[in-house]
């Protein structure tokens, strides 16, 4: 499914890049790996090839998607539970650990809804700078644009 050089996102870490492809004996039985690098972090991680859908691994979305997630972005006919704060970052956590870029801007948009309404906890507002710098990271590469035009494009739907 993916080649060396490709970028992919893997969920809750961000975007990466397939650096090799590696077999390894595990058990007695030969494995395929993509070793990938995390851009932001330089962590390296090594996805089973097939074991890709079940852990999330998806290409970047294209510049077409952009726009529909801008408009998730700008919603705010929305509804905010009024649970506490730790099972609502549990749900958040979930959607972030899904690796849909669109629900990652929901919790993104949701916890910017809520910060005007109260303070975050410490979790919530770390969640809210992960959620960020994944939806910065991956709008710059679909758009090809700097991340700090997309930055400020986040600022000015939420100003």
Known sequence: MFK???????PAHGVGVIERIESQEISGSRQDFYVMRILDSNMIIMIPTENVDSVGLREIIGQKEVPKLYSILKRRD?????????????????????????????VYRDLLILKLEKDLSFGERKMLDTARSLLVKEISLAKNVEEKQVERDLDRIFS
């Not at 060396?4 to 893997?10: E, K, M, P």
């Not at 506490?84 to 690796?99: A, L, P, Q, S, V």
């Open 78 to 106: 929305i509804i905010i539970d009024n649970q506490t704060w730790n099972r609502r970052f549990r749900e958040y956590m979930d959607k972030i650990k899904t690796g849909s870029v669109f629900e990652v801007a929901e």
């Open 4 to 10: 060396i050089g490709d970028l992919a996102v893997y």
